[in-house]
């Protein structure tokens, strides 16, 4: 099923129409119908990989007529468009899972009235769920990010007449919006009540790790922080989801990033012992005091420093961070003093051949 055939009989001709429009215009309407045409998905209970495969297949066609030089600075217009669009989907789906939550509590309610047990029970999912969904939700944020960095570049290329390096960066959009989609089909299943499975198999760590730096490197450079990372190392095999362990050490970095002044340093160091492989990712940040590092890893605890530094958090990122790293059967260290930053070790089995 596509989204030709939704709710509102909105056609791919219509789509192509609408972003037509706001490559042209930049128009509010252009966005507003983009808008319609996410919540008729919702409604007709297609995913965002659909929205992904309407809209590339449109803008295949928009840039057939264009020059060289268009088809840039076009693609970097319509990554905003989806941007816009797959927010207004995440906002809506949210919107569409309040009430069928709010549906789900009504049930329970009813049937506490005639068990109180079975009601107790249905709380304690329900709970779960919404520490699921917020986890998910949590993660949106690292390739939304990503996804704007790569167009800030993209732009800022573009207004200095460069066009060579914008291929690599709509590259990493592309990449961020790719996991976006992965994300919101996970929230589709936790809404649900199932957990999404670990994909796991042979992978080599060197890679995820290299994404990993990739997404939080726009941010870096905002700061003016130094990222270090070892120059030609070797493959790191361990039995994992690549996934997963992007949300593992995404997470670390993003954090080293978010909580390390201007101008200062974020490194990632690699080891063998044995059977095991060890990922570092150390700062040179603000730190924790010891009764922090204690509670770090609680879920929706937020650090003293980390408030002062900066408002805005769930305290979920750690809690999840660990719990994957667990799942992954490895474990995770932490070393730290005030204004003296951070060290975080995730240490993992090494893949056997």
């Known amino acids: 099923m596509s ?137 949106l944020r690292t390739p939304i990010t990503t996804v704007k960095g790569n167009l800030d570049m993209v732009t800022r290329s573009l207004n200095k007449g460069s066009t060579k390096p914008v291929g690599e960066y709509i590259r990493h959009a592309r990449e961020a919006i790719d996991r976006l989609s992965r994300l919101s089909a996970d929230l589709v299943e936790a809404s649900r009540g199932d957990l999404p499975p670990l994909a796991v198999k042979r992978l080599d760590l060197t890679v995820v790790l290299d994404q990993a730096v990739r997404w939080v490197l726009p941010a870096a450079s905002a700061k003016g922080i130094k990222v270090q990372v070892p120059s030609g190392s070797e493959p790191l095999w361990a039995m994992g989801d690549a996934d997963g362990l992007l949300t593992v050490f995404g997470n670390l970095l993003s954090n080293a990033v978010r909580y390390t002044n201007a101008g200062g340093t974020v490194s990632v160091l690699s080891d063998t012992h044995g059977d095991t492989l060890s990922i570092t990712i150390q700062d040179t940040g603000i730190g924790m005091s010891p009764d922090t590092q204690a509670r770090i890893f609680d879920k929706f605890f937020r650090a003293p420093e980390a408030r002062i530094m900066e408002a805005k958090g769930l305290g979920l990122g750690l809690s999840l961070v660990q719990h994957m790293v667990q799942a992954h059967g490895g474990r995770i260290e932490v070393q730290s003093a005030i204004a003296q930053g951070s060290k975080f070790t995730v240490v993992l089995p090494l893949a056997q051949e």
Do not use: N
């Open 3 to 139: 989204c030709m055939t939704v709710t509102h009989d909105i056609s791919a001709a219509d789509y192509e129409r609408i972003l037509e429009a706001y490559l042209r215009f930049h128009s509010e309407d252009a966005l507003y119908q983009a808008s319609v045409l996410s919540q008729a998905c919702i409604e007709s209970g297609l995913g965002p990989e659909d929205i992904i495969a309407l809209h590339f297949d449109a803008l295949a066609e928009l840039l057939k007529s264009r020059s060289h030089h268009d088809q840039a600075r076009a693609t970097g217009d319509a990554q905003q468009f989806l941007l816009e669009v797959m927010i207004t989907y995440g906002v809506k789906f949210k919107e569409f899972l309040e009430l069928k939550l709010r549906e789900t509590m009504r049930d329970a309610e009813s049937r506490a009235a005639r068990e109180r047990e079975r009601a107790v029970e249905a709380e304690r999912l329900q709970r779960e769920k919404d520490e699921i969904l917020a986890a998910i939700a949590h993660e």
